[in-house]
């Protein structure tokens, strides 16, 4: 069976720079608060009218394009993921589709928030090994600023979460050896409203009620402490399944891409894995936690910085709400 491989990765990110000083005059937190407990110093918030999901999407998807010296009519397929699609439905992929003007190939979206983008490359990678495509999108975009509780009630969340997009075209390797080597996905649904927008859902017999709105249930919550120690757990776990899967220990790892949560949990990682600083890719300081969109924004910024090369062993790896968690293990 071939194997697929990144032929080329993009990210977009909007230009409204949010810095924790900005976010200490609208609500109940301290820029010290935030560096000591995320290592977030900014982020980004999309501009309505300019910005949407699946815009951003395009963007970088152009970027990825261009890096892979394909066009828009070379794409056979999509795979977007986000967790704040434009619409309710129909899902953002189709709308990407529309805005790149790639008329009648699937889009399909993937509602695995972090894990988001690792599901969506697995997903993609099963499609080229069968042979059924060729070039393949693979989206994580997010707008999380316009759908966040500003209120003391949900600063834990709002100050960590930001907009933004990457994406890569995923393209059958021609070397044997090299390219996506495995991809591994995990799900533990017993945890789901650990980490969830509840509201407006199909539970109820009225989608949307003032109620919602006061009591908050239309804003992310989240139990950080608990989300924390399944993903200090989680983050070491799939990515040893991803090395003893193929054969090689942590100290043979190039790059490591994790989805950018917090520092203190990259670099808990980072520390048990017994990796050097500069072989663990961190952006979370600039974009803070962009969900689906976390680990292709810090991918493309890996590779803008040239700090991935040809025949370096890459590990991607995620965990997040669902709870689900997932890695890709890539040669490159
Ligand atoms: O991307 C998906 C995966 N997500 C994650 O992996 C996130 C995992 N969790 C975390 O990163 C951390 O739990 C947070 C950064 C979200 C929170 O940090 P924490 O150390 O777990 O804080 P906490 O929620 O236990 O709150 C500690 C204190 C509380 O005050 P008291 O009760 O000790 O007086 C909070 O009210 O900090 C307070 N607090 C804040 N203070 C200032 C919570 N949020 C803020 C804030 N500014 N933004």
Partial sequence: MRNSKIAGV???????VVTNFDLEKIMETSDEWIRERT???ERRYFQEGVDTTSNMGAKASMKALEMAGLKPEDVDMIVFATLSPDYVFPGSGVLMQREMGLKEIPALDVRNQCSGFVYALSVADQFIK?????NILVVGSEIHSNGLDFSTRGRNVSVIFGDGAGAVVLTPSEKEGQGILSTHLHADGEFAEELAVIDPGSTKKERLTHEMIDEGTIYPYMNGNQVFKHAVTRFPEVIE????????????VDMLIPHQANLRITSYIQQKM???AEKVMSNIHKYGNTTAASVPIALSEAVQEGRIKEGDLVCMAAFGSGFTWASALIRW
């Fill in 274 to 276: 017994g990796l050097p």
């Fill in 241 to 252: 399944e991803a090395l003893n899967k193929n054969g090689y220990k942590a100290s043979d």
């Fill in 130 to 134: 069968t042979g059924m495509y060729n």
């Fill in 39 to 41: 290592g977030i110093q």
């Fill in 10 to 16: 993009g990210h977009y990110v909007p230009e409204k």
